[in-house]
């Protein structure tokens, strides 16, 4: 069974920065489509970014092109999220994600594989 876990999260002031790292428990996901989700209290949980497997391939919802950047090292296992410029709108639960294919969809049907989620709070 894959395990993926976040870690990186925490309380940061608007305009700075948090880097956010998602570790996977078998090397399968190195084939595999990789995203980042998010979910605020009382909201639904919504794409942020995706990659496709060999990191050749990046998407980003609206609300974070140019501050949020995905990455992954496939030797390590490991998928990334730089968050910059952060606002509080970017506060909430953050997710990583392992799809079935090679590539990243928008859509939470496309992944089989969460981890449990790290908090990012973003202060005034």
């Known amino acids: 069974q894959v395990q993926l876990a976040e870690s990186g999260g925490g309380l940061v002031q608007a305009g700075g920065s948090l880097r956010l790292s998602c570790a996977s428990s078998?090397?399968?996901?190195?084939?595999?489509?990789m995203a980042w989700f998010r979910q605020a209290p009382g909201k639904e949980r919504e794409f942020v970014g995706g990659i496709n497997w060999n990191g050749s391939s990046k998407n980003y919802a609206d609300s974070v092109k140019g501050r949020f950047t995905i990455s992954r090292d496939n030797a390590k296992n490991t998928l990334y999220l730089q968050m910059n410029s952060l606002k509080p709108e970017d506060t909430a639960v953050y997710y990583c994600a392992g799809s079935r294919g090679a590539y990243a969809s928008a859509a939470m049907s496309a992944y089989n594989y969460w981890g449990q989620g790290t908090q990012v709070t973003v202060s005034p």
């Open positions: 078998r090397r399968i996901l190195s084939n595999n489509g």
